[in-house]
């Protein structure tokens, strides 16, 4: 059993680095075409619960140093902690990969289009590709060499 000691440290170091991820990679973290490597850790909650704080602030945080403003800083920060709880509360399905890929490509969208006065759909396809190659190519082996290392069940 864990203490919320435990539990509140791991939220907070999933918020540092998350924030750390996206400073690093600050040109690729923000913009039209984006590609945040940060956004692997959208998949924790399947095994911690406590994932789902820790990305809400990592975003918050993160946000603001991109540049969209308040309504990135808001409205990304919320799309997030809407994706990871869907991600933890389908942890046993397929859909856990998709919600932070779904959620981002078709909300995040709405403002980002506006705010980069480029169409729509083409924003959705921008996030979408490419929340999925972060979720495939980091994401999932995250999840499975954390569960390796520990010995944390395939549910």
């Known amino acids: 059993m864990q203490s919320s000691i435990q539990k509140m440290t791991r939220a907070g170091i999933i ?7 996206c400073l ?6 923000f913009g039209v075409i984006q ?17 789902i704080p820790g990305i809400f602030i990592g975003v918050l945080i993160a946000n603001l140093f991109g540049g969209v ?8 920060s919320l799309i997030s902690l809407l994706a990871a709880y869907l991600t933890w509360i389908w942890r046993h399905s ?19 289009h506006a705010f980069f006065n480029t169409p729509y ?10 929340q999925s190659l972060v979720i495939v190519l ?7 060499y ?4 520990a010995s944390i069940p395939k549910e």
């Open 121 to 130: 759909w083409y924003m959705v396809l921008s996030i979408g590709i490419s």
């Open 69 to 76: 403003g308040l309504v990135d800083i808001i409205f990304g």
């Open 138 to 144: 980091l994401g999932v082996p995250l999840i499975t």
């Open 24 to 29: 690093v990679f600050n040109a690729t973290s």
């Open 35 to 51: 590609f945040r490597p940060a956004e692997a850790f959208t998949l924790l909650p399947i095994l911690f619960p406590e994932a």
């Open 94 to 112: 397929f859909l856990a990969y998709l919600s932070p890929i779904v959620l981002n490509a078709f909300l995040v969208s709405l403002y980002l």
């Open 146 to 149: 954390i569960r390796k290392k």
């Open 15 to 21: 918020a540092a680095l998350y924030v750390a991820l």
